[in-house]
């Protein structure tokens, strides 16, 4: 006797449910520079533009953008509160998203940073803010083979890295008022391979 269509039906949607639940995630990373510093080596924090910087993000990664970040981290801050640059960069957003900012990783520990991006199983994607001259070494633990340099002039680029996390698919200005200029096509930056 053939099963009933009820019954079918029934069956066919908890295949579909269990297919759907047992699909993996996979996030696309963004990768962000610190908001802007002071001149002074003695200052760890963010200097004016900097917090106009962090009050932008809002807008930019927030909860109505098509970024749908899930997950944030930044450096740790150490007990002196050095490198605090990069929290205080994610700090807002993060508020206003309801999310914590993961600091479990040290500045200078690259691996550490790509271990959490490649462990990460929530829901939206991922968003680092860290320092600019450490970026490269967190795209080498994530396997790019040719990162490049983020430029040490340039606060305002978002590095895009679809999963899994091994190549730079575009390159782009937050886009912040009175704090960015807009990238032009011939701008030698673009000229990597992405």
Not at 16 to 35: D, E, K, M, N, Q
Not at 46 to 56: E, F, S, T, W, Y
Not at 64 to 80: D, E, H, L, R
Not at 107 to 131: D, P, Q, T
Request: charged share 25%; proline share 8%.
């Amino acid at each position: 006797m053939a099963p009933s269509i009820p019954l079918y039906l029934f069956l066919v949607s908890i295949l579909f449910v269990f297919v759907a639940s047992s699909a993996t995630h996979h996030p696309t990373l963004y990768l962000i520079r610190h908001g802007e510093k002071s001149g002074d080596p003695k200052d760890d924090g963010l200097n004016a533009d900097g917090v106009k910087r962090a009050q932008c993000l809002r807008d930019v990664f927030g909860a109505s953008s098509p970024y749908q970040i899930g997950y944030i981290m930044a450096p740790k801050v150490n007990s002196k509160g050095e490198h605090r640059r990069s929290y205080e960069t994610v700090a807002p957003l993060a508020k206003d998203l309801g999310l914590p900012v993961d600091t479990s990783c040290r500045r200078n520990h690259a691996r550490c940073v790509a271990r959490r991006i490649r462990n990460y199983r929530g829901s939206g994607n991922i968003l680092v803010s860290w320092r600019h001259s450490k970026i490269k070494d967190i795209l080498k633990d994530l396997k790019n083979h040719k990162p490049p340099e983020y430029p040490g002039d340039r606060f305002d680029l978002i590095w895009t890295l679809p999963y899994p996390f091994d190549n730079i698919t575009d390159i782009r200005s937050e886009a912040c008022p009175e704090l960015d200029v807009p990238l032009a096509h011939d701008v030698p930056l673009l000229k990597i391979q992405i």
